[in-house]
Nanobody, 123 residues
Framework: VQLQACGGGLVQTGGSLRLSCVAS????????MGWFRQAVGKEKEFVAG????????RYSDSVEGRFTISRDDAKNTVYLQMHDLKSEDTAVYYC?????????????????WGPGTLVTVSS
């Protein structure tokens, strides 16, 4: 199984980015997907999750209303559209998968991870 995230980069405060995570080696449609992030010196934290089958979404309070998670099962891809980026959004962003309906809030409940992509928001 491989998860490959991309789309990170340097953006100014208030800007937008779209992250993508392409999965291979698994039946993507049978997996819930999540995005997490880890800033320097901090724990990995949940950002957004999307369930399989019905696409139920959930977000952390810090990104609710600014970020949108979506998935395209035909492309084995999950996206994270980020708007109104803030300096505190600076982190390495990871996508994870779990062979279950609901995307867990805890990183320990994910089975597979990609290597992450760095998002840097400058003021």
């Amino acid at each position: 199984v491989q998860l490959q995230a991309c789309g990170g980069g340097l953006v100014q405060t208030g800007g937008s980015l779209r992250l993508s995570c392409v999965a291979s080696g698994l039946t993507f449609s049978r997996h819930a997907m999540g995005w997490f992030r880890q800033a320097v010196g901090k724990e990995k934290e949940f950002v957004a999750g999307i369930s399989r089958d019905d696409g139920f979404t959930r977000y952390s309070d810090s990104v609710e209303g600014r970020f949108t998670i979506s998935r395209d099962d035909a492309k084995n891809t999950v996206y994270l559209q980020m708007h109104d980026l803030k300096s505190e959004d600076t982190a390495v962003y990871y996508c994870g998968s779990r062979g279950a309906w609901m995307a867990p809030l805890s990183s320990t409940n994910y089975e597979y991870w990609g290597p992450g992509t760095l998002v840097t928001v400058s003021s």
